[in-house]
């Protein structure tokens, strides 16, 4: 029986086109019947500091992808798709799909020092795309095409990143995708399975995490020298898998670990897990009423504060008790 395949191939150049030529050639002798759909290169265009290459899919389907042109603003945003209207032959609506550097595929905007605020309306992110963007401030990336993960090194070196959303399409998040972002405060990751090796290494800022109830697993050294981690909300019911020096150089004997009502003894028979100081949602209080008897506040570090801050502040009443609120 003959396995039918379909190939993506850019036939825009010789050297490409002899490769591709090999490849069918081997698919043939080996698996029989193959079903080609090739990639046209149509035109590049510069928007809004972004360079979007063009290509037509077998003279149907058209898509771009996006990656730095030669000077970056401050701010750009990869569109869910841009439209050509020239009165040319390459006319027409293309989906953004992509960003992606077009010879390198890593790296498209590697060492853009320019950029401070970046906005992804659909498209996929490769290896690299942010790598050493040391003055990029926050990351809003709102959906994907499908499902889909930041790859390895997606951020690394983002030494002023500060605030990052990642849509729910993402479920797996790299090896070394943050490490080194040293000013990372918050990350909102709705739909994390896994988390993999050195993932958020250095990030030295983050003081709370939350982690989704589908989450799974977190690899080696996911959260090392984290050091100014101070709150965990876990939904997830099963504990997740951990390995022994995921929070490598991290006291989690002073991090707060929030979990289900009914996952408390799973979470303090796990072999690490346990070693968190492992509180219930319902033992924390939320509301706002309880500070008006408040007689001073304090952080999780036993630090006083000023005023009450976002996240689990601990009080000390008026009748002398103490008290652990949630501010959100």
Known sequence: MKTKFTL??????????????????????????????????????????????????????LSAIACASSVVPARVTIPAEIKISENSNIDGTYPVIE????????????????????????????????????????????????????????????????????????????????????????????????????????????????FPSSLNSLWGLAFSGCTGLRVIYCYAEEPPSVNYDSFNGVDVSNVLLVIPDNAVWKYKRHSIWKEFKIETATNICSAKDDAHSAMETYDLSGHQLNSEQKGINILRMSDGTTRKVLVK
């Open 99 to 210: 960003v992606i550097h077009p010879m390198n595929y890593n790296g498209a905007f590697e060492g853009c020092t320019s950029l401070r605020t970046i906005v992804i309306k659909n498209s996929h992110i490769h290896s690299e795309a942010f790598k050493n963007c040391t003055n990029l401030y926050s990351v809003d990336w709102e959906r994907a095409p499908e499902q889909t993960a930041v790859e390895s090194s997606t951020f690394m070196g983002c030494t002023s990143l500060k605030i990052v959303h990642l849509p729910n399409e993402v479920g797996f998040i790299g090896s070394q995708a943050f490490q080194g972002c040293s000013s990372l405060e918050n990350i909102t990751m709705p739909n994390i399975t896994y988390i993999a090796e050195g993932t958020f290494e250095g990030c030295s800022s983050l003081r709370e995490l939350v």
């Open 8 to 61: 993506w191939l850019d036939l825009s150049e010789r050297k490409t086109l002899l490769i591709c030529v090999k490849t069918l050639m081997f698919f043939m002798l080996f698996f029989g019947t193959i079903s080609c759909v090739y990639a046209q290169y149509v035109g590049t265009r510069i928007i809004n500091g972004v360079e979007f290459w063009l290509y037509n899919y077998d003279g149907e389907d």
